[in-house]
């Protein structure tokens, strides 16, 4: 391994796709790819604890550097010794900036070409956000990983106002990359340019040329539907550096995540599976089910009989369903352990695909019939 | 072991006070007594799982027939197989009949000496409990214990009021004895009376006439001040047949369990333990902290550092302070073994002192300190 944060192999490319099977060197241990990050916001995967994402083999999680510098301080955790220390979980952490949270409150921001001034979400107390501050920010944090901060438009953005964004996102790549002073730490840039491909083009042209350890695909997910999201990658990814790890922000649903490996993307991260968990919304090998759904009140299914999660070897819909409609707390973990299983065991089923390379994006949709939605 | 669902041995009895030393042979095995039932009400301990509940070493939980009859019904869980089955549980379980919580309804019930008419509390539909109902509905969830039907009158209630009420709750017991027809599971019967030493007596002797394999101290917790629990408790518990179990329902602090082992009590339940770990409140060797304060917020220590669960052993009192703030659900999880393993240690220490004929309850009050709240 070498001194450097993050290396990355990618040692085979699929054949029929743009698919490759890498392999992350960071941190906290290796990640093989391409590979689903369970998304942790506020220092915590919800409802789950560090033996559980041991036990579901979760290799990398994601936090949110906006929403720990608000609370409980990004100082706070430094103090703590850093969020790996802080969270106890030895595994390695992604942050994002958290830019994306800060451009959807609207009415609390004001955005200039310094940085971008928002009242918090909690107390509407003022903060300022600039590509120095995420860097002190997410040193303070310590992740394995951490991303730039980037203006992220929403999807229905027009050319000229997304070519301003995709500029000044460039100019705040520089400015992160000068603000480092951490050598123990990977970043990774960010590419935007919303649906426009000559904005994706250049801006993937610019960001390239930086020295960062890996590149995201971001401004996806953030409001188009399947077929952009699918145009967007597929132009994206392939203009991104073939030896850098590939992330795409955000996305997405299962299949999702077939067409994303096979346009050339290594990371993905959603809050689908965590959130769909919370309300109700299961997935199995035969598409989603909702357990409050009066059909499983007698299953004595397990919720997917493919899968070998603690819930699905233990419990019966019915008992599932029980704890849901009661209101029990523990529900939610059980939920959550098998949504986030089904989606770590689909990247399990695509990296050996890759491996054997017969990975074929086309088949494995049509396989996955409705379990892709 | 005996082919009775129940059997209990007492092999050791305190020299300084009116403690046993016992050993409860259940269907799903062996409880070592003094013993404390987190409660599950409604078939889960909240926030915990099975693997959980074996790992604090819960030899025995509490859940209630009466949450259960109206959600997901009796016969429902019948037909899973019953409540162990349902909820994939393989330690003891002992079902309260509910009885408490429908009299503490007040607008939503009616009384006779039939039985009580309610209105469901999720959505008013009409409900009967009988002490005949009551008993096909626990051996409908087939428990290794069941708790009989009882009237328990507010710890307010005036002398000729509750002796009306151990009138009843006598005829009921033999109702119960009646109708019951599994023979694999065990009975409690429970002994009222308010603050009335002259009607516990009276109950007292009518109970211990009836062919139950254990019997409860109840209309205990129902309001009084921790003297008069006291006081019933050590008058009621000598009253109760030597070589049966005796439970006390519905208490209490650490300092309660403590007294009630002095008094010659067996077995508690009490929601404190897990009601406490949600609303912010742990339990330490040093008495209660409120986990919200902000004297935790960059306490590196444990919640407890005599204490060896896994919480302890794994977070600070910082990370938890963080998590309860934040809402994060997991919180209540982590929150919820610590609080119990401190109840089910305390039982331990109690049963280790016992063994050694060295317990002494002033004593052990006196070095608890404020940890007896």
Redesign the interface.
């Known amino acids: 391994m070498s001194d450097r944060p993050l290396s990355f192999e990618i040692y085979r490319e699929s054949s029929r796709t743009k698919a490759r099977r890498g392999r992350l060197r960071l941190r906290h241990g290796i990640v093989d790819t391409p590979i689903f990050m369970p998304v942790g916001t506020?220092?915590?995967?919800?409802?789950?604890?560090?033996?559980d994402l041991a036990e579901i083999q979760a290799r990398i999680i994601l936090s949110n550097a906006y929403h720990l510098m608000i609370?409980?301080g990004s100082k706070?955790v430094a103090?703590?010794g850093g969020l790996h220390r802080?969270?106890?979980y030895d595994g390695n952490i992604l942050t994002d900036s958290g830019g994306f949270q800060v451009f959807s409150l609207k009415e609390l921001r004001r955005l200039s070409d310094d940085g971008v001034e928002f009242r918090s979400h909690l107390d509407g107390s003022l903060f300022k956000m600039t590509p120095e501050s995420l860097v002190e920010v997410q040193e303070d944090l310590g992740p394995d990983i951490a991303m730039m901060l980037d203006e992220c438009p929403p999807a229905q953005a027009p050319h000229d106002e997304v070519a301003i964004a995709v500029e000044r996102t460039t100019r705040w790549a520089k400015r992160n990359v000068a603000a480092r002073r951490r050598e123990d730490m990977a970043w990774f840039g960010i590419v935007q340019g919303g649906l426009f491909e000559d904005l994706r083009q250049g801006h993937a042209e610019a960001m390239r040329e930086l020295p960062f350890d890996g590149f995201a695909v971001g401004g996806v997910s953030v409001g188009e539907n399947t077929e952009e999201i699918t145009r967007i990658v597929k132009f994206t990814a392939p203009l991104l550096p073939r030896d850098k790890p590939r992330y795409l922000m955000g996305v997405g649903t299962p299949g999702d995540l077939v067409r994303g490996v096979a346009a050339g993307i290594d990371m993905f991260d959603c809050v689908m599976p965590t959130r769909n968990a919370r309300n109700g919304q299961l997935f199995t090998s035969n598409g989603r089910i909702v357990i409050k759904n009066a059909e499983h009140?007698?299953s004595?299914q397990p919720v997917d009989a493919q899968c070998s999660c603690?819930t699905c070897r233990?419990?019966?819909r019915?008992?599932l369903?029980?704890?849901y409609?009661?209101g029990?707390?523990?529900y939610?973990?059980?939920a959550t352990l098998h949504n986030l299983s089904f989606y770590l065991n689909l990247m399990a089923k695509i990296r050996s695909e890759l491996d054997m390379d017969t990975f074929d994006a086309e088949r494995m949709l049509r396989e996955m019939g409705p379990a892709a939605e």
Chains 1, 2 share one sequence.
């Open positions: 506020q220092a915590a995967v919800k409802s789950l604890d560090p033996r609370r409980p706070q103090a703590r802080f969270m106890r009140r007698e004595e603690y233990t419990f019966s019915a008992y369903r029980h704890l409609t009661a029990e707390v523990g939610h973990r059980l």
